[in-house]
């Protein structure tokens, strides 16, 4: 997992490598930014032998990279949108799209659909058409409830649910990642590996 682009909530801040390549200079350089992203992403390949995973923050700026990743994924805020929708559905990688802040299921069900349907539309100044992503699937990472009180969605009960929408939905190839981070550990790093162990152990001894 390398991204290179930071989400912020209030824009203000941080944007990551692809705005600011250079954390010393406050001064943003998008042309450096994308120079820098694609070394990234080469230095990770050549190290390791592994294609990275990025966010779509701008689904724009995946012309730059995508010969250079394996996944990409969709934020909880973005994936409301229906050009990140549309943009998932014409990229040549798996794309997981996060359940939004809010942990409708609903609402994260109706993203996976649209971007494994085909569209005619604009990208770049070009008149293209995709052909949907039969690898669009759902991303649990938590959610807020509107109260501020961070909530998890990674127990077994959780996948049981995402199951059953995803047969009422009627989508095929129902998968689905557990991002162990965000409201799911409550933005603790050290329940990370809890996590990930309790969601092997329901994979494993549940059926």
């Known amino acids: 997992r ?3 682009s930071k989400p912020r909530t209030n824009g203000l801040g941080y944007k990551g490598l692809l705005h600011n390549p250079d954390s010393w200079n406050t001064q943003e350089d998008i042309m450096a930014g994308i120079i820098a992203t694609r070394k990234m992403h080469l230095h990770v390949v050549q190290q390791t032998g592994f294609f990275a995973a990025d966010e779509m923050l701008y689904p724009d700026s995946i ?3 995508m010969d250079l990743l394996a996944y990409l994924a969709v934020g909880a805020r973005s994936v409301e949108d229906q050009f990140h929708r549309m943009a998932a559905s014409g990229v040549k990688l798996p794309v997981g799209l996060k359940n939004p ?3 409708d299921f609903s609402t994260l069900l109706n993203a996976i659909s649209a971007a494994k349907h085909s569209y005619h539309m604009m990208y770049r100044g070009w008149e293209v058409q995709t052909e949907g992503n039969p690898f669009a699937h759902a991303v649990l990472r938590g959610y807020m409830d ?6 998890s969605n990674y127990h077994y009960e959780n996948l ?5 929408a995803y047969r009422e939905y009627n989508i095929g ?3 689905v990642v557990i991002d162990c981070n965000h409201c799911n550990s409550g933005k603790n790093y050290l329940e990370q590996i809890r996590i990930a162990k309790e969601v092997l152990y329901n994979c494993h ?3």
């Open 2 to 4: 390398v991204y290179t």
């Open 63 to 65: 012309y730059y990279t």
């Open 101 to 103: 802040t809010s942990g």
């Open 146 to 151: 509107k109260g501020g009180r961070m909530h």
């Open 160 to 164: 049981c649910e995402l199951y059953d």
């Open 173 to 175: 190839n129902a998968a």
């Open 205 to 207: 001894n549940n059926s």
